[in-house]
C-alpha cells in the first residue's frame, strides 16, 4: 500500500513538474521565473556576483535597483549577489556617467567586456538614476529572454518624453470603461494608508519605461482639487517620485465656480485666471514635481471655455500660464465632437483644432485618439496627426479594451497600436514621425489603463500584454508587435519553444480576428449602446444621432457604409492627398477601410471577385474561424499549462467564440434585411432569428457606470 502511495505521489509531483507554475497574475510580467540553460545561468551568476552600485545610500531609486537585482538573481539564477563599494572588485557595475553622448537623459548603455583573467564585466551607465532603473529592468529582461552576457551591447533612450498612462478612475472607484475590478486608488484611506499595490503598480510601470499617470477621469471631478484631496495625491505623488513617475491630475474646467466660489469659469476672467494660478501655487507647495493637467473640455457634456465664447486655445493657454512658472505642462484633448453641428461626427475634431495651430502657448500639448471617431477596433489614423505642425501633439491609444470585447475577449493590441503608428500621414512621413517631434522637448503617447483591483490587474489574463505592449512601444515606438509579444509571453508564461510560438501565434492572430468578427471592411461603432458590449447595428434609440450605430453604417437598400468622399462628408479632404489618393475612390480605397469612407452598393465588386455582400459574409465568418483556431492551440497547450492558468483562458476563448457567432450572426440577419440577398452557398445557419439577438438586453454590463 505505502509503495503504491509513493508510486502515485512519483507520478504525480512528474506531472506538476511538466506544467509551469500557477500564477495569480499578480506579479505581471515580473515573476522571474528560474533560467532553464545551465550555460547561461553559469555566466549569469558569475555576472550578479558582485555588483557596484551608486554610492548612495539614502537614494529611494538606488535602492530600488539594488531590491530589484537581488530579486531577479535569487529567482532568475539562484544566487544573491553581493554589494560591493569598489567597482575594482565588480563584475556589474552601474555608473553615472553625465557624458555619455549616446544616450539621452532617461536612457542607459549596457555593455559587456572581457577583463584580464576572463571575467565578463557589464557596465551599465546612464545620465539619471532614472536611467539606471529603466537599465536594470532591461538587463534583467535580457536574462529573461537568455540573451548571452558576454554579447551585450544595449543602448536604449526612449523616443517619447512623455509616456502616459491615463486612468479613467472616479472618486468613488468605480472606472469608467473598466474592467478589472474597481480603481487601486483608494481614496478614501488616503493619503495615510499607502497600499503594497501602489509600489507594485509603480515598480511595474517603471519596468516598461512608463513615466506619467494621470489617476483621475478625464470626465473631472473638481473635488480632487481641494486641498483634502491633494494631500491624498501628494501621498501617491511620493510613492510613484523614486520610479521616475510624474503624476497628473485632470482639471474640471468649472472647477473656480464649483470649489473656488467664483461666478464663471470664463478662462479671459482675472478672477479666475487668479484661481488657477493659486491653485497651481498650492498643488507644487505639495508636489514639487507634479506634471501639469489633462482637460477633456467641451466635449460630451463637460464644461469648456466655449461656454463663454472663448476657444480651446484661450482655455487651455490660461491653465498652462498657471503651471507654467512650476514647468507643468497642459494636455488638451482633441477628442470633441458635439450634437448640434449636423457634419460628420470624424470631422469635427479637425475642424475645431487647426485653426489654433501655433496659437498655443510653448507648455501646451494636443492629445489625439488614435483614430477620428472613437477607438474602434479599426479606424485610419486621425486626420490631425501632420495637420498641426505647430503644436506639440499626443498619441491617446486605449489599451482597456472598450470596443474590444473588454476584458472577456484576448485581443493582443499590439498590431493595432503599430498599424496607426507606421501609417503615413504623406509621402514622406508617418504617425511615429510626428509623435517624435525631435524639434521640440515635448512629445508623448498616452494609454487608457486597463487597470483594477483584479488579482491579475486587468481582468482577462492576456489584457497585461496590452499594457506590457503599450509601455514597451510608448518607449521604443519601432519595436515590432510580435517581439514584444513574445518578450511578454516569455517573461510570463514560459520559455518553452512550443509555448511560446503558440501563444504569440494566438496573440498575434487575435487583433484580425476580432476586427473581422466585430467590423469588418471599414464597419464602426455598431456595438452596443452605451456599454459597447456585443452588436447593435440596428440600434437608433439614443438621444444623440452620432451615439446610434445606424448613423455609422447607414446600410439601405442600395448599399452600405458611411460616404466620406467627396460627393459625401468630404471627411477624406482632410488628409494629405497623398492619402487621399488611396482612400477617395471607393475603386481603389484599401479595403479594411471601404466602409468607412464610402457607401457602396451589396453588389459592389470588391479585389477578390466577390460583391460586398458576399464578401462582408465571408470576413464575418472569418473572424468567427479565427476564433475557433485559436481555442483549438490553446487547448493544445493543456499538458504544458498549469490546470489553474490554463482553464480560465479556456472558458474565456469559449466565451468568444460564442460572442463572435453572435456578432456575425446578428449583424448579418441585419444587414440581409437591406442586402436582401441569400447567404453563400454552405453558409453556417444563424441559431437564432433577428429578433431574438434584437431583444438582447445588458442593462449591468460593465464599465459603463459613473
Ligand atoms: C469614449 C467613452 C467615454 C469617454 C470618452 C472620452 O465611451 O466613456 O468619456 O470616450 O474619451 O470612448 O472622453
Known amino acids: 500500500m505505502i509503495k503504491f502511495r509513493i508510486l502515485f505521489i512519483a507520478i504525480l509531483f512528474q506531472f506538476l513538474s511538466q506544467h509551469c507554475e500557477a500564477s495569480n497574475g499578480y506579479e505581471l510580467w515580473l515573476g522571474y521565473e528560474k533560467m532553464n540553460n545551465p550555460v547561461l545561468q553559469v555566466k549569469y551568476q558569475s555576472v550578479f556576483k558582485n555588483i557596484y552600485l551608486p554610492q548612495n545610500s539614502n537614494d529611494k531609486t538606488i535602492s530600488i535597483v539594488q531590491t530589484e537585482l537581488k530579486l531577479a538573481s535569487k529567482r532568475i539564477i539562484g544566487t544573491t549577489p553581493q554589494f560591493v563599494d569598489n567597482e575594482k572588485n565588480a563584475q556589474l557595475i552601474f555608473k553615472i556617467d553625465t557624458a555619455n553622448k549616446n544616450i539621452g537623459q532617461e536612457g542607459f548603455e549596457i555593455i559587456s567586456s572581457v577583463h584580464a583573467g576572463q571575467k565578463n564585466i557589464i557596465t551599465l551607465s546612464a545620465k539619471s538614476k532614472f536611467g539606471l532603473l529603466y537599465g536594470c529592468f532591461e538587463l534583467i529582461r535580457a536574462m529573461q529572454m537568455q540573451k548571452d552576457p558576454s554579447a551585450l551591447h544595449i543602448t536604449s533612450t526612449p523616443m517619447l518624453n512623455i509616456r502616459m498612462l491615463n486612468h479613467w478612475d472616479n472618486i468613488n472607484r468605480s472606472v469608467e470603461r473598466g474592467y478589472a475590478g474597481i480603481s487601486i486608488f483608494n481614496w478614501h484611506t488616503l493619503p495615510d494608508y499607502k497600499d503594497k499595490r501602489y509600489y507594485d503598480y509603480a515598480r511595474a510601470n517603471a519596468s516598461i519605461g512608463i513615466n506619467a499617470t494621470v489617476v483621475t477621469n478625464v470626465n473631472a471631478n473638481a473635488l480632487f482639487l481641494t486641498h483634502e484631496y491633494l494631500l491624498k495625491v501628494k501621498s501617491l505623488a511620493e510613492i510613484f517620485r523614486p520610479y521616475g513617475i510624474k503624476i497628473y491630475l485632470t482639471a474640471r474646467f468649472s472647477a473656480p465656480i464649483e470649489i473656488g466660489g467664483l461666478k464663471t469659469a470664463d478662462p479671459l ?148 497600436f503599430k498599424e496607426i503608428l507606421e501609417s503615413k500621414i504623406n509621402a514622406s512621413k508617418t504617425v511615429m514621425d510626428v509623435l517624435e517631434n525631435k524639434e521640440n522637448a515635448l512629445s508623448g503617447m498616452s494609454g487608457v489603463a486597463n487597470i483594477g483591483n483584479d488579482v491579475n490587474w486587468c481582468g482577462h489574463p492576456f489584457a497585461q500584454a496590452n499594457w506590457y505592449a503599450y509601455g514597451r512601444l510608448a518607449w521604443n515606438l519601432h519595436l515590432s508587435a510580435s517581439d514584444i509579444a513574445n518578450e511578454w509571453i516569455q517573461q510570463t508564461w514560459s520559455q518553452e519553444k512550443q509555448v511560446v510560438d503558440t501563444i504569440q501565434n494566438i496573440m498575434m492572430s487575435s487583433y484580425e480576428n476580432m476586427v473581422k468578427y466585430m467590423t469588418p471592411l471599414g464597419l464602426h461603432h455598431i456595438m452596443g449602446n452605451g456599454h459597447h458590449y456585443g452588436p447593435m447595428p440596428w440600434g437608433n434609440t439614443l438621444s444623440r444621432a452620432d451615439w446610434n450605430p445606424v448613423y455609422y453604417h447607414r446600410s439601405d437598400t442600395l448599399g452600405i457604409g458611411f460616404n466620406r468622399s467627396a460627393s459625401g462628408s468630404n471627411a477624406v479632404a482632410q488628409y494629405d492627398p497623398w492619402v487621399q489618393k488611396q482612400w477617395s475612390d471607393s475603386n481603389s480605397c484599401d479595403e479594411k477601410y471601404l466602409l468607412w469612407f464610402h457607401h457602396v452598393s451589396w453588389n459592389h465588386k470588391m479585389k477578390s471577385g466577390n460583391n460586398l455582400w458576399n464578401e462582408l459574409c465571408y470576413e464575418y465568418n472569418q473572424g468567427v474561424s479565427g476564433v475557433e483556431k485559436m481555442n483549438q492551440q490553446w487547448k493544445g497547450l493543456q499538458s504544458k499549462i498549469n490546470p489553474d492558468d490554463f482553464e480560465p483562458i479556456n472558458q474565456l476563448l469559449a466565451i468568444q467564440l460564442h460572442d463572435a457567432i453572435w456578432w456575425r450572426d446578428a449583424c448579418l440577419l441585419y444587414f440581409q434585411t437591406f442586402s436582401k440577398q441569400p447567404f453563400p452557398n454552405n453558409y453556417p445557419k444563424a441559431k437564432y432569428n433577428l429578433k431574438y439577438y434584437q431583444s438582447l438586453n445588458f442593462p449591468f454590463a460593465p464599465g459603463n457606470g459613473k
Open 269 to 416: 476672467n482675472d478672477q479666475v485666471k487668479n484661481w488657477w494660478k493659486e491653485k497651481a501655487n498650492e498643488i507644487y507647495d505639495l508636489i514639487p514635481d507634479f506634471g501639469g493637467f489633462l482637460v477633456k473640455a467641451n466635449s460630451e457634456g463637460q464644461p469648456g471655455p466655449q461656454n463663454y465664447n472663448r476657444s480651446h486655445a484661450d482655455g487651455a493657454n490660461m491653465i498652462a500660464e498657471a503651471v507654467a512658472p512650476h514647468n507643468g505642462i497642459v494636455i488638451w484633448r482633441a477628442f470633441v465632437y458635439s450634437n448640434e453641428q449636423p457634419d460628420d461626427r470624424a470631422k469635427q475634431a479637425y475642424s475645431e483644432f487647426t485653426p489654433y495651430d501655433g496659437k498655443f502657448n510653448k507648455n501646451v500639448l494636443v492629445q489625439i485618439k488614435n483614430g477620428p471617431i472613437d477607438f474602434q477596433p479599426r479606424e485610419p489614423f486621425h486626420p490631425l496627426f501632420g495637420a498641426m505642425p505647430k503644436t506639440p501633439v499626443m498619441m491617446e491609444f486605449q489599451i482597456t479594451q472598450e470596443y474590444l470585447g473588454q476584458a472577456t475577449h484576448l485581443v493582443y493590441e499590439g498590431p493595432m
